[in-house]
């Protein structure tokens, strides 16, 4: 049976085939497609039906009509599987090798939308640069839009050494860079003066570790 990652290319070059900007593991969604100002597609991958795999699917509901669930094989009682796609309105895919195909898209019904879930995903999708995440990875560090901004940073530091944030902000073109150096949520940077900046050992070592040093 494949591993959750191995749907992810087939999806994405379905989505892709489409028009869409897919990327994976955003704000928790294993895949996000863009399509202009369309509502965001997103495909939960899992390697066989479950109700994990449902309840996820449901959540995601609250974030876009455009949800489906995809596995990597054929669902036992497909006809109830189908079924209950349908009334819940999810879409249901199947991955086989390289061959994907869809067996039932996404039915509009009414659950409620998070507006602010909503929109923290769309933000996450257009900040984050490329697509560095296998949609259905687990126990990796997922490369968010604010570790890859925290990312630049630590390179220039490492770089050029000491920095105000003032040029900091500029070099990187991270304008929040001076609340990422503050909040330190990684323990990369530290503060050698008021208002400059250095990058510790566990920020080279993360450098290192990120294919950035």
């Not at 997922?142 to 220039?156: F, G």
């Amino acid at each position: 049976m494949p591993l959750e990652t191995d749907l992810y290319a087939p999806v994405k070059a379905l989505l892709e085939g489409q028009g869409y900007d897919v990327k994976g593991e955003v704000r928790g969604c294993d895949v996000v497609g863009v399509r202009g100002d369309e509502p965001p597609v997103i495909v939960e991958l899992k390697r066989s039906f479950g109700l994990g795999l449902v309840l996820q699917g449901v959540d995601r509901l609250t974030m876009s009509d455009s949800v489906y669930i995809a596995v990597g094989a054929w669902p036992k009682r497909i006809r109830e599987v189908r079924k209950l796609c349908r009334r819940l309105g999810l879409g249901l895919i199947v991955v086989t090798g390289e061959r994907v195909e869809v067996l039932l898209d996404p039915v509009l019904v009414t659950p409620r939308k998070n507006r602010r879930k909503a929109g923290r995903l769309l933000s996450e999708h257009s900040r984050r640069v490329g697509d560095p995440t296998k949609g259905g990875s687990t126990r990796v560090p997922i490369m968010t839009a604010y570790r890859q901004q925290a990312l630049r940073c630590a390179e220039l530091l490492a770089r050029d050494g000491p920095m105000k944030v003032a040029a900091l902000k500029v070099c990187s073109e991270v304008p929040n860079a001076g609340k990422i150096l503050l909040d330190d949520v990684y323990g990369w940077f530290e503060r050698v003066e008021r208002g400059v900046y250095s990058i510790t050992p566990v920020g080279r070592e993360s450098l290192v570790k990120f294919g950035r040093g």
